[in-house]
């Protein structure tokens, strides 16, 4: 009893030390509950009201859209839910928090089954996740860890969480515990649930703290304040000791805390810098874990599109090959492969042959492969081990001369180093000899041959693209085509490089811009004019995740089967989520891509 009592006096004196500091103590009044609110994000493509809450009992997500119901058991105990709107695709996301520090992020949409709410990614904090909020906005979500504090992360399913701590006890202006964030215009607000308080920060500010504030029911203060909801001007604030909750207006915030109001944050998120394209097919994931796919190469089957392939590197491990609904077909361990590239028509023998080359980082050689379009399996072609004499051999790309039929292979080096192989035919085998070195200053990747009009694409990753000529006496004159420093829609690293063919030597080429997670389009001819740009998003009905940090991609425009008629973008997804796997790549119809910029298809 005397531990008790000491224990009351300790929160009494606590709690009027508080409302000393306080600027005001704002007067609450008991409500009945305070449901949670709504968004309205697109589910089958047309905009409907989300809601989502908690089975406790059952321990499951309920979501509820267009009248229809979904529940997603988790596993585990959940505290509480908070909804979004992803700025990238305009999809509806809930986010759960746990009893063990789990955030759980989940997709609402339509599937085949009906309404369902798909796992996307889980993210952590090392204790108690008691409350999340999330701004559709700004794209943030804060969670409140109860012994811990308040963090912040990037809410956009395919980006780096970010984790960033906004306050905590003995580093800011929470006192002990903190079960409670909600968010109202410009401030976020946290329980300072040891004391019975609100703890105010400006967002516009980063994150600057504003004051406190004591809350008081019919002059008696609080003892612990909980779970925070603000919604239509009101915020509801849960009594934690007293198991109630209580509303309090929030009109007069800004003048309880003797501050401005300010200019208020957008009461919605922005549109979309680019068109948001839906992933349509997603490949395997790879064997290795980490940074592990790279780049793709599209090979379209002369007779039989529905039979095309795509060939990808695992530059932690080999190359695989996949069809057109992304199956692994086939995965080669040799080594830490880059880059790959291939053309068709390479004269072996009395045969002509479908010829794959890729850069090894593991013993510094250009690999040679044969892709048999009847065993749909790639074997070794080369004659002996084709050493590149670079440290660290990186980004590839095939060229075919329009001059004399020549096949020719570039590899970069890490250091900004290029060379240049004529490829050959040496008793059944192929044989690389180097005919040309040219360099550039700083570390390229991507690159690309144009095989009518002679030019070789390479990407500077800090700078941007440049054109060289791609025949062997080209020498080392270049030209920029697309810098970051003069393209806002560009934003290091500059990656993978790909040409959508139209025929006649036209055409659209296409650039992975990592920085920003979109891919920007360019005229084939002339200057290079920027045309657009476009991000690949989510699927909600497939349930396949978009992409983001890509490095490789490959453009085809052949017919590659159904749903690919007029081709295909092929690309590396770094950040393979719905749900976390290791990494894989993503395909998107080239139809999809000219109808939203406004392209020709061939």
């Not at 009992?57 to 585990?76: K, W």
């Not at 068709?344 to 890729?358: K, M, P, T, W």
Request: proline content about 6%.
């Amino acid at each position: 009893m005397r531990a008790i009592l000491m224990a009351t006096a300790a929160w009494a004196a606590a709690a009027t030390a508080y409302a000393q500091q306080a600027p005001a103590t704002l007067p609450a009044t008991v409500v009945a509950d305070a449901a949670p609110g709504a968004v309205v994000g697109r589910v089958a493509d047309r905009p409907v009201e989300v809601t989502a809450r908690l089975d406790e009992t059952a321990n499951a997500l309920v979501v509820s859209a267009g009248g229809r119901e979904a529940r997603t058991p988790l596993d585990f105990a959940g505290e509480s839910v908070c909804l979004i709107v992803g700025a990238r695709d305009g999809l509806p996301y809930a986010f759960v928090v746990g009893d063990g520090g789990e955030i759980a992020q989940f997709l609402v949409g339509r599937g085949a089954d009906g309404l369902r709410a798909t796992p996307v990614r889980r993210l952590h904090v090392p204790t108690t996740a008691t409350q999340c909020a999330a701004d559709s906005a700004t794209g943030d979500l804060y969670v409140a860890e109860e012994a811990v504090g308040v963090w912040r992360f990037n809410a956009d399913a395919e980006a780096d969480p970010a984790p960033q701590i906004i306050d905590a006890p003995g580093l800011g202006r929470l006192s002990g515990e903190t079960k409670g964030v909600a968010l109202h215009g410009p401030w976020l607000i946290a329980a300072d649930s040891s004391v019975g308080g609100l703890t105010v920060y400006d967002r516009r500010r980063d994150h600057a703290f504003v004051g406190r504030l004591a809350v008081a029911v019919d002059g008696a203060p609080v003892e612990e304040t909980g779970w925070l909801v603000a919604r239509e001007g009101i915020l509801f604030v849960q009594d934690d000791a007293a198991d109630r909750w209580l509303s309090l207006p929030l009109s007069g915030l800004a003048a309880a805390l003797g501050v401005e109001a300010g200019q208020p944050l957008a009461d919605t998120a922005p549109p979309p810098p680019f068109a948001a394209l839906p992933a349509m097919v997603e490949t395997t994931p790879m064997p290795s874990f980490g940074d592990a796919a790279d780049d793709p190469a599209i090979w379209a089957h002369p007779t039989d599109p529905a039979a095309s392939l795509v060939v990808g590197t695992d530059k932690r491990g080999g190359l695989a090959v996949y069809d057109m609904a992304g199956v692994q077909l086939q995965y080669l361990a040799v080594g830490r492969v880059n880059n790959v590239d291939l053309r068709a028509g390479f004269r072996l023998g009395d045969e002509e042959i479908v010829l794959v080359a890729a850069s090894n980082r593991t013993d510094r050689s250009l690999g040679l492969y044969r892709l048999d379009p009847a065993t749909r399996q790639l074997t070794d072609v080369a004659d002996g081990l084709q050493a590149t004499g670079l440290d660290d051999p990186y980004g590839l790309c095939l060229y075919r001369s329009p001059r004399d039929g020549a096949t020719y292979a570039f590899i970069n080096d890490s250091d900004g180093r290029m060379r240049q192989w004529r490829l050959i035919e040496v008793g059944g085998r192929v044989r690389a000899e180097a005919v040309r070195d040219f360099a550039l200053p700083t570390q390229p990747e991507g690159c690309l041959a144009d095989d009518v009009h002679g030019w070789l694409y390479v990407g500077e990753e800090d700078v941007g693209v440049w054109r060289f000529g791609a025949e062997p006496d080209a020498g080392e004159a270049r030209t920029p085509v697309a810098m970051v420093a003069d393209n806002p829609a560009l934003k290091d690293d500059i990656e993978g490089i790909a040409l959508y063919d139209l025929g006649g030597g036209e055409g659209y080429l296409v650039v992975s811009s990592q920085g920003n997670d979109s891919y920007a389009v360019f005229e084939r001819t002339g200057v290079n004019r920027y045309i657009g740009s476009f991000a690949i998003v989510a699927n909600a009905e497939l349930g396949v995740d978009g992409a983001s940090e890509t490095d490789g991609l490959d453009v085809s425009s052949a017919n590659l089967g159904p749903g690919f008629e007029a081709g295909a973008v092929v690309v590396q997804d770094g950040r393979n989520v719905l749900p976390g796997e290791t990494q894989n790549f993503k395909y998107v119809p080239w139809s999809a891509v000219a109808a939203a910029l406004g392209l020709r298809s061939r």
